[in-house]
Every structure is written in C-alpha cells, then in structure tokens.
C-alpha cells in the first residue's frame, strides 16, 4: 500500500524479489526485439498455423508435448516458441540468427542457460489485437495461459499472462474514444493495452510492483503507447481529483481465506474486495464514464443475492449486473485450491487449507459463491431515476459484447425519458438477426406460444403472444407504434383503445432486453 499521506506518484516499475525481468527503459532493444519477433511471424495467427489446432488448444490446457513435436526444426518460429512460450533453452548461435542476441541479454530478456545456449527471463505470448494488431503479452515463466507452466502458481508476486477472465472481461468493455482510462490491478497489462487502442492517456494501477513492470514491458514490446503507473490498492495511489471516462478491473476477487497470493486473493473478508471497488468508483467516473468489473460475490443464507448486489451500487450510476456462474462452498473452495497446486502437495495441508476456506464460509453463512460481470455507468439521471438491472444469464452469449453494454444503457436512456404516450407515438424496428419461433403441438391450429430469440450477443429469448409478435414482425421504422397497434387490432377485432392500453408494457419489455430500437 501507497502512503496515504503523501503525493501521489507514479511507479518507478523496479521489479520485486523474483527472478530478474527485463529492463523496462530499453525502448531501442524492445522496438528491435519487437521487429526480430514479427519478422518471424511470431504472432497470434502464425503460431496458429505452426502447430495445428490440436496442438494450439493442448497448450491452453498446459501440455506441451505437441508443440514440442510441432516445434522440431530450425526455422525462426520453432526456435522463438520454444525459447518464449515452452521455455526450452536453444543454441546461442542459432538465437543470433533470430534475434538481436547480445541486446537480449544485456537487456534482460534472455539469460545464459549453459554452455552456448540461451533461455528465455520471460514468458511471451503473441496476442492479437481487435483490430488486427499483432500484440505480445509478457508475464512470468511458466505463467502464461497457453505456456508450459499453466495459469496456477504458487510463489508470491508472481505475474500471469492473459486468460479466460482477461479476455471475457476485455470483450465486455465498451469501446468507444475516450480521453482517461484506468485499468485497477493490471497485472501483466492486458486491459491496459486494449485501452490505449481507444483512450488518449491511459493509467494503470497494481499492489504489486512487479506486476507494473511487466505491464510497462506489455506495452513496449506491442508497440502501444506508455501508461501512467501507480503502485497501489484500488484508488489509494491515484490523484484524489484525477476523473476517468473508463475504469476497467480484472481485481483479485477469490474469496479466500487471507490473501496468501496477490494476483488472486482480495485480501479483504469476503467480497468486500468487490463491494469497495464497486462503491469507489461512481465517484472517480465522469458523466457518461463507464466502470466494468468481474467479480466474485457471496449467496449468504437469508439474503437475497440480487438485492445484496444492488445495495453495491453507488449514488449516481446505473447499473447491470450479470451472474454467469454459481458454485456451492465445496465446489468453490476446491477450484482455488487447484489453481495453485495445493492439491499435488502434502496431504494434510491440503486439508488444513480446506478446512479454513469452508471455516470461513460457515462463519458468514455462506452457501455458495457467484461469478459475473458488474457494469456502472455514471449518469445525472440517475442521481433521481437509477436504473439497477440485477439478472442471471448462464447460457451462452456472443462476444465482444462492448457494444451489447453501450446500447444496454442507450437503451435505459430512452426508456427512462419516454412514457407509454411516448412510446405510442414512436417508430421502431427489429432488430437484425432475430428470429421467431412457434411452439405448440403438431397439427393445431395456433401456436401455444411465440418466441423471439435473438442470434447475436447476448441471445436473449422473449416469449411474445400473438399482439407481440406481430407488432415485432412489422416493425420497420415506416409507422408509429400506435398505428401499427391500430392495424392488428382491426385484423383481431380487438377495441383499438384496449390494446394501445395493455401493449405498452410489452414493448417496453421488447426494448429492453433489445430485440426493439428506435427507428430514429
């Protein structure tokens, strides 16, 4: 933790304890290592093509076999995946041939292994960019998802590379210009690097100073501008009058008992970790700013999970929380214990730490543990009128999803400041790639119910009566929704009145969960 009483700075990124990291003021060797790195085809697409499908996805599962075998031969790829992402020591001459060897290692990024050979101080991973950029991920050995050592571990200040939460959370963010990013607890810097692809100055902070070096390296070595580092919890380091239009955080939520590993465990009792950031952050967003996190949260007996939920939310922001996933206590705890190789170790601690994790739950009565995503945004409206959409969605969705959440909260906007007359009045159309589907026994003359169901995002279902699907059907920005209403109501012989009167809610309903927009 940052000295609270002191002006705050940035980090100086000096690497912690662990092995020696490259240095991160080297730009000419980073830019020429960069180049030796494309020049081979280094990158997310030419390992695709090296190793195969097979081989591509056994190293996302840690086994390195065959991309060991993928990796026979002397071709530049071969010797850069085995030196950067299997961590196998190769020949010092044939590494010159690759790479601007003795920049290398006076630099840091490689080490003598033995004899002529080198290996590598670092894992580095090709990643690419939205938009098509060629990107590379630094972090520690044996650390990056994909790499030779997996994503657990059990050292101290250790630095992983980018996974399934990384990327999950990634795709979630809304991405469009803005002048501040934050990214809280960066890491190896992966939120970091998508936001300078769309944000003008870009801060990012880390308990773990290691952490802000490696993501300075991030950065360098994809060609990205440089971030403003600040070492520190949460928003302890940062300016207290310093706003943001973005805040992303992939925080340390495991809900642990202590925080016996920084890249993982908050630290603080239950998720509290989670609650803090979400509280803190309505006050550090500028109006219309956004704040997205994943999160873990408690389902404690006697409460209701989604009112808790709610209760997080800060004055002044709306808000949309997602739960993806629930686990029970036993599941949860077991998860974690994995994660770190807790399981391959002595028995008996094995079980001592088990007994701690289900202590701790039982003492809050814990059943069991959700998983999402927490967005905010921050909105004058909302200081009066605030919109707190608490849900849960486990089934299947189409990332990215950054441009789901902007028109999520477009959406809440234009509900929000429209009546029912409003709505009446208004002009709308369907939305693209949303089919209808009719369910009800064969041979019968009406269906027992309507469908909707979308085929992108977030893949929503709506079950519609015969009113709603039509109205949807015809929706095409040309007529009001009222005369569309007028229209089916003489079809139906229905009182036109009567059904300008019921409708409403369910077109309400149809924007909402986005098979409607505004035609204008």
């Excluded at 996190?293 to 808790?308: C, K, P, T, Y």
């Excluded at 994660?339 to 079980?351: F, K």
Aim: proline share 6%.
């Amino acid at each position: 933790m940052s000295n609270a009483s002191q002006s705050p700075q940035p980090s100086d990124t000096r690497p912690s304890a662990l092995s020696a990291l490259p240095a991160a003021d080297r730009p000419d060797t980073t830019a020429r290592l960069r180049e030796a790195l494309l020049a081979a085809d280094f990158t997310a697409d030419g390992l695709l093509e090296l190793l195969g499908a097979p081989a591509y996805a056994a190293l996302a599962r840690a086994e390195t076999v065959p991309a060991l075998r993928a990796t026979r031969g002397d071709s530049a790829l071969r010797i850069l995946v085995r030196l950067f992402l299997l961590q196998q020591p190769v020949a010092g001459g044939r590494a010159a041939e690759v790479l601007p060897l003795e920049d290398c290692l006076d630099a840091g990024w490689l080490r003598p292994a033995g004899g002529d050979e080198v290996a590598a101080t670092v894992d580095v991973r090709p990643y690419g960019g939205p938009g098509g950029e060629d990107w590379f991920i630094v972090s520690d050995l044996g650390c990056a998802v994909g790499g030779a050592g997996g994503i657990g571990s059990k050292e101290e200040g250790v630095v992983l590379g980018v996974g399934g939460a990384s990327t999950t959370l990634a795709g979630l963010t809304v991405r469009t210009p803005v002048a501040s990013a934050l990214d809280l607890g960066t890491g190896s810097g992966i939120q970091a690097l998508h936001a300078t692809g769309h944000a003008t100055r870009v801060t990012a902070t880390d308990l773990n100073p290691r952490a802000l070096h490696v993501t300075a390296l991030t950065l360098a070595l994809s060609g990205a501008p440089a971030a403003e580092l600040y070492e520190g919890s949460l928003f302890e380091p940062l300016p207290e009058q310093d706003r943001y239009d973005l805040i992303v955080s992939n925080p340390p939520f495991v809900i642990s008992p202590g925080a016996r590993l920084t890249y993982r465990d908050g630290g603080m009792s239950g998720d509290d970790l989670c609650r803090t950031l979400v509280q803190q952050s309505g006050a550090r967003l500028n109006e219309g700013g956004f704040a997205q996190f994943l999160a873990n949260w408690e389902h404690v007996d006697g409460e209701d999970w989604q009112s808790r939920l709610a209760s997080w939310v800060p004055w002044g922001c709306d808000a949309w929380i997602v739960q993806r996933e629930v686990q029970d206590v036993t599941q949860y705890a077991e998860l974690w214990l994995r994660d770190a190789g807790d399981h391959q170790g002595d028995p008996a601690e094995y079980q001592a730490r088990y007994d701690a994790w289900l202590d701790e739950f039982e003492a809050r009565d814990v059943r069991s543990v959700g998983f999402g995503w927490i967005t905010l945004r921050r909105s004058a409206a909302a200081e009066a009128d605030p919109s707190v959409t608490v849900e849960e969605w486990p089934h299947p969705i189409e990332q990215p999803l950054g441009e789901t959440v902007r028109a999520h909260f477009d959406r809440v906007d234009y509900l929000r400041s429209n009546d029912d007359a409003a709505l009446l009045e208004a002009h709308f159309r369907l939305v693209g790639e949303v089919l209808q589907e009719q369910v009800g026994l064969p041979g019968a003359e009406d269906p027992e119910h309507v469908v909707l169901r979308q085929n992108r995002g977030m893949r929503r279902a709506a079950q519609v009566d015969t009113v709603g699907a039509g109205f949807a059907g015809v929706c095409d920005g040309s007529l009001s929704a009222g005369r569309i209403l007028d229209a089916i109501a003489q079809l139906m012989g229905e009182d036109p009145v009567l059904l300008r009167d019921r409708t409403p809610a369910q077109i309400r309903l149809l924007i909402e969960q986005g098979f409607l927009e505004p035609a204008s």
